[in-house]
């Protein structure tokens, strides 16, 4: 029996909160999604929805009888979670999961790539000094997303134009994770009090599978059909560079470290076997999607984006 019931889900209308919520819904939980003033995002029927300018007035109001927090904020929204901490503290929420679903800079080799590292860090170290009021967190892990970053391009490898960047040849072992594992992973750690204990306070590493840029090619040319026009680059000659041009900012550049951090020789195997103790309790043990599975699933427009990927007619 779980004791969690009542969830605030912030950030609920972008890219992972469009899965998390029906999942929670789905597990017969009560579902608010907190929204800004203003906001565009819709919601679909049999979630109530509250918007909140995320004063403390507002977040404390809206967080009374409320026994977990799930924030999926974007990158703009991070800071905006010490205000949340604070509501969910004073309000007496249970548990909290941040806006983390991504690699793990708690690893000292991925913490200086990024700037937002350690702005993601400020809220986690937020979360450890409310333990004591208790407020319990569990922050998640899951590499980069495949099944949405795919049609962004951010494994380098392009569905659209049928072209693909190979970094260090194209054999590195990564782990990644798809939209819905994440999403029921989640739910898992808010319905079961046993598994949310063992994960109190602490990062968990899930992942929906293990693959090689060779093999997202691999899976991508089988997929659409098409012969891909395949560059090669050595990451230890763009590295530095790049980091630079991420550390100012550059958007481009930015998406090039998250994926050179994850398919290159920089920084191998951040989400390694930790993530088998957690799959196993979070993901019922169920078994994996095949990379190539995955990346049919996307072509056909099944992916998170939908049909985004033109189906191949050369
Ligand atoms: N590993 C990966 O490959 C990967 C990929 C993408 C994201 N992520 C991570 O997943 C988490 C959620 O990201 P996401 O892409 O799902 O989020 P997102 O779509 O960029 O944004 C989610 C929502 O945040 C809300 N928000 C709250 N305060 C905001 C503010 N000040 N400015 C803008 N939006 C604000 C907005 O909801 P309202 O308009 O309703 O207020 C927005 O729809 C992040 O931690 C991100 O780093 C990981």
Known sequence: MTDIRSIVVFGASGNIGAAIVPSLLSAGLSVTVATRPGSSASFSSGVKVATTDYSQESLTSLLQNIDAVVSVVGPQGYTSQHAII?????????????????LDYTDPRIFNILPLFKVKNEVLEHLKR???????????????????GLPFGMFDVDLNAHKATIWDGGNTKFRVA????????VTSLVLNPQVRQQASNTIVHISSLETTQNEVLEAAEKATGAKFDVTHIESQTVWSDLQDKAARGDAGAIREVLTGSTVSKQIPSQIDEKADKWNALLLNGKKE??????????????????????QNSS
Not at 179 to 184: G, K, L
Not at 289 to 310: F, L, S
């Open 86 to 102: 604070d509501a969910a503290t004073v309000s007496g929420v249970k548990y909290f999961i941040p806006s983390e679903f991504g």
């Open 130 to 148: 409310k333990e004591k009021e208790g407020l319990s967190w569990t922050g998640i892990v899951t590499g980069l997303w495949l099944d949405w």
């Open 178 to 185: 798809n939209v819905r594992d994440i999403a029921e992973a």
């Open 289 to 310: 999607e095949t990379v190539e599975e995955t990346v049919k699933r996307i072509v056909k427009g099944d992916g998170p984006q939908g049909k985004w990927v033109t």
